[in-house]
């Protein structure tokens, strides 16, 4: 093993990092707009369980599985398998985070941008509500390809300082801020005039769409999502734990956290969004607005037009970026630590060489959302942009979180798994219990949730 590899300063470090990795635009972005879309509490009801039963116990697994093998997913598949088709979890999972990485990228550029608009006065382009301030960021090709790129070259730089010096560090310096900058957005919010109807919607459940597999796949999809799940970036980052780390309390916590962060999140959004009712005359909240309508389109207008608005934006947009930060700092160790395992590549040649590809293919990307080809693919009647989101979000995070669970459940097998859980000692959950909840209970609501989506 090369010195390249690397590992944690301690245990909460790896806590933070992993939780970075976890908070990112999923939840301050894609968590509100699909609970606008899914029908607003039925949604939220859904997620948690698939949170507490499908998604903790995988995350569990794969943080067990890369402190066990000192691998990430290729190697810990290739360490516990050495034969046998298991291999595809590996190659899924680089693949989920280079493609991953190159639309996320683009989403982070706008938020940087926004940022930038906000501290420059650029918000109040759209006091009028049309939506026109959205168009004009997200349609210009060079400045977001050009923003794309810094994000990518940030990213890159602390992959590039390694595991401690370039992801803990970012990652202590950064989730305290997130934190504050949430707790604060949240207290503004739901102090704002008209906040209580944005929060009625955002807590009484719609019980007619929680049984509308669509919105059952969505919620699932999100979950997988939110904790960067099914594609190993908790096998890597749980690689460069010591043996001797306890496991099962920092896996809680990571759960526990980006829920907390995710729900946190609506209560930012909701009552933001129904108070631009009472501010900007003739304006109403559409919370169901999908793609990226209620961040980039809706909100800049309450910030427009609210007294000190601005500054709420500011802090909002910084918000979405630091978090944006430290998940995409982990969508790229995930292959990086796959050259440096694997083909024995120093880092510095890893960042740079997947950081580049993921450059390059950014591009139909940002071009999805500029007119012409990439915004109206003939083959799929959307963007290229949609199609990445629906095939590596939806398809590809549950499908190799299904995979991880039966490597683990049924290869691995929950004797060894267990032996290597109880190396922790006693503690919630017990072998036994993760161990049926990873043979069966994932794996089977995994199965059953890709086959009423794309077999039915
Ligand atoms: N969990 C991140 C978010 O919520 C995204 C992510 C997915 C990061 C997969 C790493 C791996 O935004």
Not at 29 to 37: A, H, L, N
Not at 228 to 243: E, P, Q, V
Not at 373 to 386: I, K, N, Q, R, Y
């Amino acid at each position: 093993m090369t010195n390249d590899r690397g590992s944690w300063g301690s245990r909460p470090g790896f806590i933070l990092a992993a939780t970075g990795s976890a908070v990112g635009l999923g939840n301050i972005w894609g968590f509100p707009t699909q609970v606008g879309q899914g029908g607003g509490a039925a949604f939220v009801l859904i997620y948690l369980i698939a949170v507490i039963f499908i998604c903790a116990p995988i995350l569990l697994g794969e943080v067990l599985v890369g402190r066990y093998a000192q691998l990430g997913p290729a190697g810990a598949v290739r360490r516990i398998s050495p034969s046998g088709p298991w291999w595809v979890i590996g190659l899924l999972a680089v693949a989920a985070g280079t493609f991953i990485l190159s639309f996320y990228a683009v989403i982070a550029g706008w938020t940087v941008q926004y940022l930038w608009l906000a501290v420059t006065d650029g918000l109040a382009a759209d006091a009028e509500g049309s939506g026109a301030l959205f168009g004009a960021v997200s349609a210009n090709p060079i400045r977001n390809v050009l923003f794309t790129g810094l994000f990518l070259v940030a990213t890159a730089w602390c992959v590039n300082r390694g595991i401690r010096r370039g992801i803990e560090a970012a990652s202590r310096l950064m989730m305290p801020l997130l934190f504050v900058l949430l707790l604060i957005l949240a207290i503004r919010s739901v102090t704002l005039p008209g906040a209580a109807e944005g929060l009625a919607y955002y807590l009484r459940p719609d019980l007619s769409q929680a049984l509308n597999p669509e919105i059952i796949g969505a919620a699932v999809g999100q979950a997988f999502f939110s904790l960067s799940l099914g594609m190993g970036a908790l096998i890597t980052y749980g690689s460069y734990l010591h043996r001797s780390h306890a496991v099962r309390s920092a896996s809680i916590a990571i759960v526990g956290i980006d829920t907390t962060i995710a729900l946190l999140a609506g209560f930012i959004i909701f009552p933001a969004g129904f108070s631009i009712a009472s501010f900007s005359s003739g304006s109403t909240f559409d919370p169901t607005a999908g793609g990226p309508g209620l961040i980039f389109a809706v909100l800049p207008q309450l910030f427009a037009t609210l007294p000190g608005g601005l500054l709420f934006g500011a802090a909002f947009f910084l918000l979405l970026s630091v978090a944006a930060f430290t998940s995409t700092i982990s969508l790229l160790e995930v292959p990086v630590a796959h050259a440096i395992d694997q083909w024995r590549w120093p880092r510095s040649k890893a960042v740079l060489a997947v950081a580049a590809f993921t450059f390059a293919f950014s591009i139909p990307s940002v071009l999805s959302f500029s007119g012409g080809f990439f915004s109206e693919l003939p083959a799929v009647g959307g963007t290229f942009f949609d199609l990445m989101v629906n095939v590596w979000n939806e398809g590809a995070l549950p499908l190799g979180g299904m995979l991880i669970s039966l490597f683990i459940g049924w290869r691995w097998g929950a004797r060894f798994a267990g032996d290597e859980l109880r190396r922790d000692g006693p503690g919630f959950p017990s072998p036994a219990l993760w161990g049926f909840l990873i043979r069966f209970v994932s794996p089977a609501a995994i199965f059953l949730l890709i086959v009423s989506r794309f077999v039915l």
